[in-house]
Every structure is written in structure tokens, then in C-alpha cells.
């Protein structure tokens, strides 16, 4: 009986009825840690409901001898304040009306402005609206690096929050880790924040990783890494949930090509389709 009870809790956390889910596993096999982020798009993310996603992963190896880290990954559902959109004199909805209580609670003043721009922003276009910033930060020697001579080293720590219009995009969540991993880089952090107007941001700390990618050149900094992940980011959103992301996922592919075979693939299927209705 009680393992009926345990499995019945378990279904009723998968539905999202208890208000969120825990995620906790080790980044040994890349496989399953981009099913797992699937999971959280077709259970969460996608639906109608709003969800808020907190996602961390442990800088050091928690197994040095396989680089094995930990990632947690915190889901609930989320809480908007019992007020009508619009209500200040502006007339536009402001982000203590749009987000999560708790996020709004306790975010900075430089997050909230950034977030209410871009939401605004947002709202107004078919397409993500991207903020790239990066900061210098030391960490201790581990894999994040290729090459770190001393204990201590200065790693760039690149920003990348998008905005966008969550209806236009299915599974793009899960999507923007296999374009972020294709450029030797990591997420230590990130966050995803469902607002009641139907904009999702995302939030990516990244950092870049030993990279065995033989498509990105030796020469690329960190910089270089960041804005051009962002920039296929936008390319990635007409096309978030295509089958020919395994191509990216195994560095065959990169973004430009992608969306070539997969235009390729729609035109040949309706080329086909034509020549069956005449």
C-alpha cells in the first residue's frame, strides 16, 4: 500500500498537481541529462500553466577521477499576484504584475528592469529578444577549462537571458543545450521565468568546457563562444523541436546546416504531398 501511495504521488508530481518537481543527477552521460530537460519541456514548460525552472550545477567534479558533476533542477509552478494587468498609469503590464511573487520578491533591481525591457520587447515581435553580457570570475582549476596552469583561474562567465512568446515555441529549453554543449560551453546556473502574458525568459550562466567539437576553431574565446552561441539561439527558435538536432547533439551539424536539411526535409514532404493529391 505504501509503495501505491509513493507511486501515486510520483504521477500526481509528473502532472504538476503538487506544484513543481526536484531533478537531481549526475552529468556523467549527456543522453540523459538532455532527456531530462525534455521532460521538463513536455511536462512543464509546454503547457498552459506557468512554470518557474532553477537549475544549478556544481562547478567542481563531485568525482574527480570521471568529472562527474551534479546538476539540481528545482520546477514549481508559478504563483502571479492576484492583480489585473495594465493597472498603472502606463497602461502596459509591468513585471510585478506579469511574474512570479517570489522571483519578484527577491530578484535584483538591475534583473528586473532587464527582464521588464525585454519582456516588453518581447511581446512586440514573432522573435526572441536576446541580452548577451560577460563578466570575469575565478574559479578553482577543474574541466572548465582546457588548460589551466594554477589552482585559481579567470574564466569568462557569459549572460544570456531571451525573451519570447512561449506559444511560438515548443521544447525550446531543452533545444538551446544541445546549440550551447555544440560550442564547448556549460551552464552553472540557469533560469526560466513564465510570465502571465505569455512571455518566457531564460537565463544561462555559461562557462566554456573542455571542447572535443573538432567544427569550432581552437582560436575562439570565450567572447566569441557566447555571442555566436546567441546568435544561432535566434535561428534555433523557428526551429526548436526538429529531428536533426541528434546532428548538433554529435557536432555533425552545425546551426546553418540544420535549418538547411530541415527545410530540405519540408519541401521534399510537400513536394511528395502534391504529387499525391494530383
Known amino acids: 500500500r505504501e509503495r501505491e501511495r509513493e507511486r501515486e504521488r510520483e504521477r500526481e508530481r509528473e502532472r504538476g498537481g503538487s506544484g513543481g518537481r526536484l531533478c537531481i543527477h549526475w552529468l556523467f552521460l549527456k543522453l540523459l541529462f538532455f532527456r531530462m530537460e525534455e521532460r521538463i519541456d513536455d511536462r512543464y514548460l509546454d503547457k498552459e500553466e506557468g512554470f518557474r525552472v532553477q537549475s544549478y550545477k556544481s562547478l567542481a567534479p563531485i568525482f574527480e577521477e570521471r568529472k562527474i558533476h551534479l546538476r539540481l533542477q528545482f520546477v514549481t509552478k508559478a504563483r502571479y499576484p492576484e492583480m489585473e494587468l495594465g493597472k498603472k498609469k502606463s497602461g502596459r503590464p509591468t513585471l510585478e504584475e506579469m511574474a512570479d511573487t517570489v522571483f519578484f520578491s527577491r530578484a535584483s533591481e538591475a534583473t528586473k528592469k532587464l527582464y521588464e525591457k525585454l519582456a516588453t520587447e518581447a511581446a512586440k515581435t514573432l522573435l526572441p529578444v536576446i541580452s548577451v553580457n560577460l563578466k570575469s570570475l575565478s574559479v578553482k582549476k577543474d574541466d572548465l577549462s582546457e588548460s589551466m596552469g594554477s589552482d585559481v583561474a579567470e574564466v569568462s562567465e557569459g549572460r544570456v537571458v531571451i525573451a519570447y ?17 555544440y560550442y564547448g560551453l556549460t551552464t552553472t546556473r540557469k533560469y526560466v521565468e513564465e510570465l502571465r502574458n505569455g512571455i518566457t525568459i531564460v537565463s544561462l550562466a555559461l562557462c566554456r568546457v573542455a571542447c572535443t567539437n573538432p567544427k569550432i576553431p581552437k582560436e575562439w574565446d570565450d567572447n566569441k563562444r557566447v555571442h555566436q552561441f ?19 547533439r554529435t557536432f555533425t551539424l552545425n546551426m546553418s546546416e540544420v535549418l538547411y536539411i530541415d527545410a530540405g526535409s519540408f519541401n521534399e514532404s510537400l513536394y511528395k504531398l502534391r504529387a499525391i493529391n494530383s
Do not use: C, V, W
Open 165 to 181: 512568446q512561449k506559444k511560438f515555441a515548443k521544447k525550446y529549453f531543452s533545444a538551446l543545450s544541445h546549440l550551447y554543449h
Open 230 to 248: 546567441a546568435e544561432d539561439a535566434r535561428h534555433l527558435f523557428s526551429l526548436p523541436n526538429s529531428p536533426f538536432h541528434i546532428g548538433m
